[in-house]
């Protein structure tokens, strides 16, 4: 069975500081990868998805992730954080099954102080 | 063009009552997938539609839990009767395309206490 996991329950860093969110993944093929945050009171919000091709891959407000297959990890990266960034992050998979449900981590709270 | 919208957005209904959630997709998803988080945990799948007919529906916690998705247009979910453990916020998202590979947009969730 698929699972995701994401180690950290929040991520504290200074503005302007790069920032990391971290991903692990277990599926039984190859993966499909998505980040998504939460802003407050508000539904889930698409940042990007790892399909296949480039291992970089980058998606929407400056963010980035890795796909690195031999450490099933999908961490988010940005290299400098705002204030504004400041939310929930979910990491989710799918495999390669008949099935497109995904499966997510518990979240990761990211907190960027001024 | 409109994104996900869910109704209501907050619900507070007693133990035993019966409540029925509502979501719209975006116009042309054949997709849509239910979803809760209870509790602070993570988000759990509960059940996806292509168009009106049930693709997957191994997340249904239980047989108090009835979706529906009449003409392949918008979809209910039915709690009935609810449960103390069935609050939680309740995310629909949908997706367009049969190959699954697009990415899921959610609406904003409907926020359910059971008392």
């Known amino acids: 069975a698929q699972s995701v996991a994401q180690p950290e329950d929040q991520v504290n860093v200074a503005e302007g500081n790069p920032l990391t969110v971290k991903c692990t993944y277990s599926v039984s093929g190859n993966p499909y990868l998505f980040w998504y945050v939460q802003y407050p009171n508000r539904g889930l919000q698409f940042l990007l998805k790892y399909i296949t091709g480039d291992n970089l891959v980058k998606g929407s407000y400056g963010f980035e992730a890795e796909f690195n297959k031999s450490q099933t990890s999908f961490h988010l990266k940005k290299p400098s954080a705002l204030v504004s960034d400041s939310a929930l992050y979910f990491c989710a998979v799918r495999d390669f099954s008949g099935f497109q449900k995904l499966v997510f981590g518990t979240g990761t709270r990211l907190l960027v102080s001024p | 063009e409109a994104g996900v919208t869910q109704f209501p957005s907050h619900s507070v209904i007693e133990k035993g009552q019966t409540v029925t959630l509502r979501c719209d997709p975006i116009s042309g998803h054949d997709n849509l997938y239910w979803y809760r988080r209870v509790m602070g945990k993570e988000i759990k799948f509960l059940l996806h539609?292509?168009?009106?007919?049930?693709?997957?529906e191994s997340g249904m916690p239980n047989n108090r839990f009835l979706a529906e998705r009449t003409g392949g247009t918008y979809s209910t979910l039915k709690v009935q009767p609810a449960e103390l453990e069935d609050s939680g916020v309740y995310f629909c998202?949908?997706?367009?395309?049969?190959?699954?590979?697009?990415?899921?947009?959610f609406g904003p969730g409907t926020r359910l206490t059971v008392l």
């Open positions: 998202a949908s997706s367009y395309g049969l190959a699954g590979v697009g990415e899921q947009f």
């Open positions: 539609f292509v168009k009106e007919s049930k693709q997957d």
